[in-house]
């Protein structure tokens, strides 16, 4: 506690007088003779105590009155972050950030936190001291928008108004480290206000980063309204990673009521390519999420657009999720074998999977040596018991399947086939031996992972039934991240799926063939090789969602790499875009809106992706005052709770609060006290009768 008039303190001296006059009216005590000395006897031990030890009561009281007058009349204070000796006119700077990103967008009581931030940090720069140093900062992108006098308040007002709101994650630790670090280091006062949603607490790095350079800061958070009404559409994922225009579609969704009010009749409509495919009506209790299966057939192949719908609430980023879905048009698959012999199986399952509407254009080639192979056009490669494999045909694999391309392994049983290289470069399971059940022998195949997509939707009635009976095989051992999908009963596996560079796998340890199993009379096999093609051929890396404000990749064919590019964001806002040349890849930075931005290549229409809500922008996420108070220290930091008047909180914090109203309540209390006390006793006064 300080006082801004400490030269008043002086009048404590007054509080003596109580004491005083109470000492001279004990000297002047009179004499009295009594007929009786019992009466004198009774008089000192029952009643000349009593009044003793109230006449001491009242002079204590008295002293207090005075004292507590005296400390009001002073000015007292408590000790705030700025020290009394700096109340004068001294250098200062201020730091003002103010978050604007998605959970910014929240609507409060009146306005959303964004323009109530606005509103308050314009109340309070017109509060500090006209010789300080004003630094205002946006959090989306960080950006510096006035530098100079706190005097400027028109610049001031104009550049906190022309602060929009955006749709990207918050970066606000690196952020405020980044301010402080930045700003002018001269000044003898340096306060940082945060006006912001805080959600999350400074990782280890960051805090002691800012621990190392807040040695002479003043942080203070000002807190944000929490969520009242608001239901948000979490994820929108397809169950099956099998996708066919003419199979039905099924999309899992999860919607959560993130607010303290119970919401009905609450409709969620699920829109493909703008036409609306599905509805469902439900109610939310507060607090609780929901689960939806929605079933829908695409009716085309291509990429396909959909997004999922929720009615308007106080937090619209999360009212719509779109999303895209890529179903093959064709496929294109080379198959290669030693012989037309020894392909012919495979060839066959091909050709009743392409039909008439030739959905698989089949190259087949027939290399008992593999020296060189073009694959630009090329989706799915099948290599059935390759053997000698050159150093060029392995480069030509790798490029193939860095750009996504889709490989079929179909072992051979063979002596010699296995090349060290070939095994390195393709990172193949690595070889064991060769096992042979013998002539009246089998070995039993079962599923292995049991969820995976080959098998999703499968209409079989009982699938052991139709799992292959395996004569001979390759025992191998997977290498890590390699997934075995069927095995063995004795464990050993049988087909396993990997990733390989930019591509994926699938790896038979078994051929196909009568000679060693029985797969490819098994009602299993020509859906199995269906789904493999599928999953194989359908690259979703350029429709992948990625979340607002980061970058994404677009991978393009060679024959397009000339094509002038250009992408619209979901507000219809076109863009140019120059491809990197040597990755043959698309980078779009610029992702800042929520929805479908579309990719054309030389006018037409080339892929699609969405952009989502990052989690960390959800409103519901919030972190306690009282946790980022203690993570950066009570010393430095201070939280303030919505609902306070900040210009007032942050005055009472800066330069203290002041006490001189505690001081006179405790007066009045104390005279009210004297007075109870001091009052004479009417039952002891004696009758005037």
Known sequence: MTFLSPTLLWGLLAASIPIIIHLISLSKTKEMDFSSIRFLEEMKHESIRKLQIKQWLLVLLRTLIIAALVFMLARPTTEGFISSWLRGDVESRAVVIIDNSASMSLTGEKESLLENVKRQSKLLIRKLDENTEIEIYQSNPMKLIFNGKQDRD????????????????????????????????????????????????????????????????????????????????????????????????????????????????????????????????TAFSPEKAKEFLFQAYPGKSGIIRGKMTIPADDFYFDNEQSFELSIPNQISCMLIGESVEDIFLIEEALNSISGENEYIFLHRKIMPSIEKLFLDDTDVLIMNRPHRISNKALDDIQRFTSRGGGLIWISDVGDGQWSTDVESALKLPIYMQIKDAGSESFFAVERTDTQHGLFADLTVRKMSDELPEVYTYTRVRPRLNQNVILSMHNGDPYLLEYKLIGGNVYYFSSPIGLEWNDLALRGLFVPLLHRMLILLATDESNTLPVFAGETKEINMPKELLNSKWEVYSPSGKQTLLIPDYNRELLLIEKTEELGSYEIYAGGDFFTAFSTQLHPHERPINRISGQLIVNAIGSSQAHYISPGENTTAVLQDLRYGKALWRNFLIIAIILMLLESIIGRPNIHALKSKD
């Open 154 to 281: 028109q610049r001031i007002s104009k550049a906190i108004s022309a602060i929009s709101q955006s749709a990207t994650a918050d970066k606000l630790w690196p952020v405020i480290l980044n301010a402080i670090k930045t700003a002018e280091q001269h000044e003898i006062n340096k306060e940082c206000f945060i006006f912001s949603d805080i959600q999350s607490v400074p990782d280890t790095l960051s805090l002691n980063q800012l621990q190392n350079e807040l040695i002479e800061w003043k942080l203070y958070f000002i807190g944000q309204e929490t969520v009242q009404d608001n239901i948000g559409i979490y994820e929108v994922l397809p169950v099956s990673q099998v996708k066919l225009p003419d199979h039905l579609m099924k999309l899992n969704t999860l919607v959560t009521n993130e607010g303290d009010i119970e919401k009905r009749n609450v409709p969620i409509e699920l829109y493909l390519n703008n036409d609306r495919v599905g509805q469902v009506v």
